[in-house]
């Protein structure tokens, strides 16, 4: 299938960490679908050709880059410029439909099966459930949405400055409408989550295909020894051994595919 792709974000070196082990678990889970990333002219040539090597398109897009009529708004919002950033994604016309997911996300298994759902689909955000996660989420490209998107970011800004309140205001209907564009929670599983509520992470919990490390600390953060292959615990890890086991798995993709192509 070329008409469909799993597009992710990197807007930075740090970032691109994270889309190069997503797009490499995407690869070895054997995904049918193409692999684009969206970088910003931040990301250094070196990286840019490490992503090529992952990546079936690598897309610069520029942050001042915008449609005309709502560019001068926007810019006097800058604190939505990684947001304004995400909606580029829209912009891939060259797709019939896409899988967004963020650059901290890891597929546990082959997840083709999203392309099966519409726009807007996405699943609940762990902290409040009639919201969705802005992290995974399935959606058509389209200019004419691309240029709503904007001039209701323009208008409306986000109401947590980020992508996920300016999407969720925008696709506003999505927890009552249809729940078919709910996606299973299995496919944006939060790490926080999984010490939440711990009983229904230990009956589901097994059946997780995307983990996504959402908030302050990323993957990246930790320490790893490549020699024990574990990754070292300080303060800040809240000693579950699960959320051990997803760091250690995403470590184990960085270190066996990704820091190969860094050297
Ligand atoms: N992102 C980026 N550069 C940044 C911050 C964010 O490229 O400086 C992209 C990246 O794809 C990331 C997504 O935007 O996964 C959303 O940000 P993040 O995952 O940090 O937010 P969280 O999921 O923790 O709320
Ligand atoms: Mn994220």
Request: net charge negative; with cysteine; hydrophobic share 40%.
């Amino acid at each position: 299938v070329t008409d469909q792709a799993f597009v992710t974000l990197a807007t930075n070196d740090v970032y691109c960490q994270g889309a190069l082990v997503l797009g490499q678990s995407l690869r070895n889970h054997r995904t049918s679908r193409k692999l684009a990333v969206l970088i910003t002219p931040e990301v250094s040539s070196g990286l840019r050709s490490v992503l090529r090597s992952v990546f079936d398109e690598v897309i610069e897009v520029n942050v001042l880059d915008s449609a005309d009529s709502v560019h001068l708004a926007l810019m006097q919002r800058p604190e939505l410029g990684v947001t304004f950033t995400k909606l580029h994604c829209w912009t891939l016309t060259h797709y019939s439909k896409c899988v967004f997911m963020d650059a901290d996300t890891l597929v546990l298994c082959n997840v083709d099966e999203l392309f099966d759902r519409e726009e807007f689909s996405a699943a609940p955000d762990s902290g409040w459930p009639d919201c969705f996660n802005s992290g995974v989420f399935v959606f058509r490209p389209s200019l004419k949405t691309y240029n709503l998107l904007l001039q209701f970011a323009a208008e409306h800004g986000s109401f947590d400055g980020g992508d996920q309140g300016l999407l969720n205001s925008f696709f506003s209907n999505w927890a009552t409408a249809d729940i078919g564009k709910h996606l299973p929670f299995l496919y944006n599983l939060s790490s926080s989550a999984v010490y939440t509520y711990v009983p229904a992470f230990n009956h589901f919990g097994r059946d997780a295909k995307v983990v996504h490390f959402l908030g302050a600390t990323k993957p990246w953060n930790y320490k790893y020894n490549l020699q024990t292959k574990k990754v070292m615990q300080d303060g800040t890890i809240d000693g579950s051994l699960h959320q051990l086991s997803f760091l250690s798995l995403w470590w184990n993709i960085y270190s066996a595919s990704i820091l190969p192509l860094l050297e």
